[in-house]
């Protein structure tokens, strides 16, 4: 079987590889800018992942139940997004280039609104808000404008006026006291120390490349270190090529004690290009970007929860969570995730599935910024609430559509993404391993045709950290998908239909944890 999926990956690969091979045959220096390669397109230009008009897979027509119905599900996250999307229009943050449902600003608290507002729609009479205010130590980064630009010279061929990377986006916390800097860059690929002590990047921009497994948290602590390495060689900026679909910006990975940049597939491309036909020319000092940053760093922010609850004959309580905020449009995170809460929200207010437990639903805050956490908040306001519950329910990233490398490319030569019919691959972490829960799981995928991975986990999310110290089942449904944090999770990819099933496997798991004995849920 391993040689089999080896097989069909090389098969998946190697056009690829001879694109790029062909996108970076040695020059004959071609007429024309930059060396005769493509240039780079404009943000947003094309979308990340293609999505054709096959549709994705139904559900099965006999599960169908109005609230839980895909398409309305979609029209709720088209909802969540727009509150980003205004956010950014309105230059919420800076000049606007950043954007997103950040907690500790409106575009935040407006979606909270709105999901307080849906919890009453729903018929739930006990629904409010919580304030919370961030940590006194926590701080919170956010650049606020900013460009990277590719100097020209006409030495890379006529007509090579400057470039500005559009996909750029600096890591948190950089900063240049001085506004601008400029500096020649140096590619150093994958950064080993093999190959390192070969690099001099004294004094220049080095230019690492980080092709994602999977999400870019899975890479976070090597390409973290990797960058503080390079500024410790003496970079005065680091520029992280983040080779995923499309040309898009991501906010992920930390601080490397210089400027640091994360840039998007295309442009990353580019300047691999153009380092190497430099290189083959041997003008590659040549190649120079300046960097302009303004930032602002932010205490005392203020955020709210959104709560509701139906009360039960029993005082025993579910919690099920999702968390508002997010970064970019976040259609997946968490925006599907947030659009299932209100559904079940909507599912349990109904006389005939009222339940025998008590359960809070909670529009959380998140966790995005640091020192606010809605969780934690929610513990705190709610004690009483907190301390007879027996199961705490994260719904995060949970209807994103799955997606695999495409036969095309685009002009540049890059990669193309594709939609397939199902959803991305979703994790499911039970905490404390119940049997009882682990075969109510378990069920999902023959019963609700939900795309769980088939391992067993005990994981929790950064969402769920704020339970930590309340030793009850927490369950967390959760997609890692690669786009998250990245301008590319736009509502497109989410499939209506996986909102569906995700959203009706959630309703079993909790009205059986609702009949269940505390015992079996938390042996
Ligand atoms: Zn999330």
């Known amino acids: ?38 240039l780079p397109p404009k943000a947003g230009a094309t979308p990340a992942v293609k999505v054709g008009t096959r549709p994705p897979r139904p559900t099965s027509p006999d599960t169908a139940a109005p609230e839980f119905a895909g398409a309305a599900l979609k029209a709720d996250v088209e909802t969540i997004v727009g509150f980003a999307r205004a956010a950014g229009m309105s230059k919420e943050i800076g000049s606007g280039q950043m954007w997103g449902r950040i907690s500790g600003f409106p575009s935040s608290d407006k979606t909270v609104q709105w999901a307080v507002d849906q919890f009453r729609k729903a018929g739930i009479t006990d629904v409010k808000t919580q304030a919370i205010t961030q940590d006194e130590k926590s701080s919170l980064w956010l650049p606020q404008s900013w460009k990277v630009t590719l100097l020209g010279d006409a030495s890379f061929g006529a007509g090579s006026n400057d470039i500005v990377l559009e996909s750029a986006l600096p890591v948190g916390p950089s900063s240049i006291p001085a506004g601008t800097l400029t500096a020649p860059l140096v590619y150093v690929g994958a950064a080993s120390p093999a190959v390192l002590r070969h690099i001099d990047v004294k004094g220049k921009i080095a230019v690492q490349l980080i092709v994602p497994q999977g999400h870019m948290l ?17 970079a005065i900026g680091v520029f992280n090529l983040v080779r995923l679909p499309g040309n898009e910006l991501s906010r992920d990975f930390s601080d490397c004690g210089n400027p640091c940049f994360n840039i998007g597939g295309r442009d990353g491309l580019f300047l691999e290009s153009i380092l190497d036909r430099a290189a083959q020319n041997g003008i590659a000092d040549k190649i120079r970007a300046r960097i302009d940053l303004q930032t602002q760093t932010y205490r005392g922010l203020k955020a709210i929860n959104g709560v509701a609850i139906i009360r039960g004959a029993s005082d025993d309580v579910i919690v099920l969570n999702a968390h508002v905020d997010g970064w970019f449009d976040g259609a997946g995170d968490n ?22 437990r008590t359960i809070a639903f909670v529009a959380s805050a998140g966790h995005h910024t640091p020192g606010i956490n809605g969780p934690r908040s929610f513990v705190t306001a709610n004690a009483d609430l907190a301390k007879k519950a027996v199961m705490f329910v994260n719904i995060e990233h949970v209807a994103q559509r799955n997606f695999s490398p495409a036969r095309t490319t685009t002009a540049d030569g890059y990669r193309e993404a594709v939609a397939d019919s199902g959803e991305a691959p979703i994790a499911v972490g039970v905490t404390n391993n119940s049997p009882f829960l682990q075969e109510l799981i378990d069920a999902g995928p023959a019963r609700f045709g939900v795309n769980f991975i088939s391992e067993r986990s005990t994981f929790q ?5 704020g339970w930590a110290g309340l030793n009850v089942a927490k369950v967390s449904v959760m997609q890692a998908p690669p786009l998250y944090h990245t301008t590319g999770e736009v509502l497109d990819v989410i499939s209506a239909p996986g909102l569906e099933r995700i959203a009706r496997f959630l309703a079993f798991l909790v009205s059986a944890a609702d009949k269940a004995p505390r015992e079996r849920i938390n042996p």
């Not at 790029?20 to 020059?27: F, M, V, Y």
């Open 335 to 356: 925006g599907d995730g947030l659009a299932v809460l209100i559904a079940l929200a909507r599912h349990f207010a109904k006389p005939a599935n009222k339940p025998q």
């Open 461 to 465: 999310s950064g969402e769920t950290g």
């Open 1 to 38: 079987m391993r040689t089999l999926i080896a097989a069909t990956f090389f098969l998946v690969l190697t056009a690829p590889a001879l694109a790029q091979d062909e996108a970076r045959r040695p020059a004959a220096p071609k007429d024309g800018p930059w060396f005769g390669v493509t």
């Open 218 to 234: 899975f890479e976070r602590g090597a390409v973290d270190s990797r960058a503080e390495e390079l500024v410790k060689r003496g």
